[in-house]
């Protein structure tokens, strides 16, 4: 069964700093997909970024980041030069490659607020 | 503009109620997927279908029913509403074995 982990129910940063949120997961899968999700005050879900459990590199976009551990299983979120338009929840998510197994499975979610 | 319309975009409903909550996407995606999210819980799977004509259950699925008649709808009905499914659902879909979801905006449901 997979199960995603946020620890972090909430965080601060400054505005312009770096920050990171954390992700583990389980899966004994050997191939499975990492995402992240952007939810605002708004509601909507707003989709990140997203590592494939091959993939060499860590994912970037833009101004996130993707620190990717596949020992650890870990799949932290690094937002670099934080805005206060990234005061959101974020969500870290899983999809494992299983035949028929598509649904992405979420893990609790991180407050994230941007200090002026 | 291609996406995923949900409605009604919120509704108070009386317990012991039947509701049915539309999905539509005009994507073509084969999968779609009902989602709930409660505060501290985040989202939660209800039921999805991975293509017309199949449908499988999610993590919370008691309470809740859902069809596939075609590629484009999926809707999720409450037989007899209870205040414990006071939720937000999510509507989503993706590309078999693709990993571009998409979601809609959500239904803010309210049991009283």
Request: net charge neutral; hydrophobic share 30%.
């Amino acid at each position: 069964a997979q199960k995603i982990t946020q620890t972090q129910p909430g965080m601060f940063v400054q505005e312009k700093e770096a920050v990171t949120l954390d992700c583990t997961y389980d899966t004994s899968d050997p191939s499975y997909g990492l995402f992240w999700y952007k939810q605002p005050s708004s509601g909507e879900m707003i989709f990140l970024i997203y590592q494939g459990s091959y993939d060499q590199q860590n994912a970037t976009e833009g101004r996130y980041s993707l620190n990717f551990q596949k020992a650890r299983k870990s799949a932290n979120l690094v937002i670099s030069a934080s805005q206060l338009g990234d005061s959101a929840m974020y969500f870290c998510a899983m999809k494992d490659s299983g035949a028929g197994s598509y649904q992405l499975t979420f893990g609790k979610g991180t407050k994230l607020s941007v200090i002026p | 503009i291609a996406g995923i319309t949900q409605a009604p975009t919120s509704q108070i409903l009386a317990a012991g109620r039947r509701m049915t909550l539309r999905c539509t996407q005009d994507m073509r995606h084969n999968a779609m997927y009902w989602y709930r999210q409660d505060l501290g819980l985040g989202l939660r799977l209800i039921h999805y279908s991975n293509t017309a004509g199949t449908t499988g259950k999610g993590e919370v699925p008691d309470g809740y029913s859902v069809s596939r008649a075609n590629t484009d709808d999926f809707p999720l009905t409450l037989a007899s509403a209870v205040p414990s499914q006071t939720s937000v659902y999510f509507c989503a879909s993706s590309p078999e074995g693709h990993y571009g979801y998409t979601f809609g905006s959500g239904t803010r449901l309210t049991v009283v």
